[in-house]
């Protein structure tokens, strides 16, 4: 059994429908009272835009005392993993009022899993690694049942990087920047994080639609060089940055002579607009890695998911997300860089 969790109940509907033009089965089911939508059969190597989190191949353990789940979690690791394998844990509790929580009941469980795994000479990471980390997630349902799905490293890679999660649940917050342009700056930072992919010193980032600023802020305290292109400017004291170059134009029809690093976009458009700067930006490798935000008008357009996934599907040199993140308000984020 596969599960994928929804950011909320609202969102669970949508993502239903999603998932049955995503994947080849009848039998997918919400989760009464829970963000949580469950589907039997095969979900390797999709995209599922409008879930958090996915914990594909899980299994059922039975509801019990947390030392006799530890034990029966332990004995499923020991039994797919091998211990020279570093393990990403995460243990969380899905309820209908606070979605994720990593505390209580969980925490418990998770610090009695990792003590047993490390008498077993586990070792299990501090920082989540997609590319050489075993995965393992464990959830925690009202009548206390756990869910467990536990991937090897080479697996979660090949398999299911575009749908498993560095945060637990794949609930995570942002903390606030009084200093930002706009709280819009926590998406670049979420995206960051979801592709365990980070802005470095030096890198060139063209954002496209800066304005006011929020993500070419995040480039700038990364020690990037901006080029922001609007037709409206960005903060004053972003223009004055050494480290920016301001271009009032029109972003759909801008673009660099050469490769650069990051091409990074929140603009207000119709979704369509950003399969332009796919093709733009990302067909042509005009940049390294890329974060674009898809914008949806009320909830009619999410059929148009399908023509994104179409389009990740082509894009062969590039590992690709397309992730509803938590800060995502009616929206979706499509990301990725180069292999």
Known sequence: MNFFIAKNL???????????????????????????VKVEGSVENIQVGLSLCALPEAQEIEAGSIGEQADAIVSQVQDHIGNDDGINLQVFSLSEKFCVITSGRAEILRDKVHKKLKRSQYIVKRNYD?????????????NREVHLSILESE?????????????????????????????????????????????????????????????????LNRGCKVIAID???????????????????????????????????????????????????????????????????????????????????SLNDYEVILRQLNVNKNEVTLMGYLR
């Open 231 to 313: 037709r409206s400017e960005v903060r004053e004291d972003l223009l004055y940055d050494d480290q920016l170059e301001f271009y009032k134009t029109d972003a759909f029809q801008f673009k660099t002579n050469e490769p650069i690093d990051w091409a990074i976009s929140d603009i207000i458009c119709m979704p369509e607009r950003i399969l332009e700067l796919v093709e733009t930006w990302v067909v042509t490798k005009l940049c390294r890695r890329f974060v674009f935000t898809i914008k949806f008008q009320g909830q009619d357009h999410y059929s148009i998911l399908n023509e994104f996934k179409e389009k990740v599907d």
């Open 155 to 219: 697996k979660a890679k090949a398999s299911y990087k575009g749908v498993i999660s560095p945060f637990a649940g794949g609930f995570t917050t942002i903390k606030d920047d009084k200093d930002a342009p706009s709280r819009a700056f926590k998406k670049i930072i979420e995206a960051q994080k979801v592709m365990n992919c980070f802005m470095q010193p030096g890198e060139t980032v063209v954002d496209l639609g800066a304005c006011p600023g929020g993500w070419s802020y995040v480039a």
């Open 10 to 36: 609202d969102w669970t509907p949508y993502l239903v429908d999603e998932l049955k033009d995503t994947v080849e089965t009848e039998n997918i089911q919400k989760v009464k009272g829970l963000p949580l």
């Open 130 to 142: 997609p590319d050489s980390l075993a995965q393992v997630q464990a959830m925690i349902l009202p």
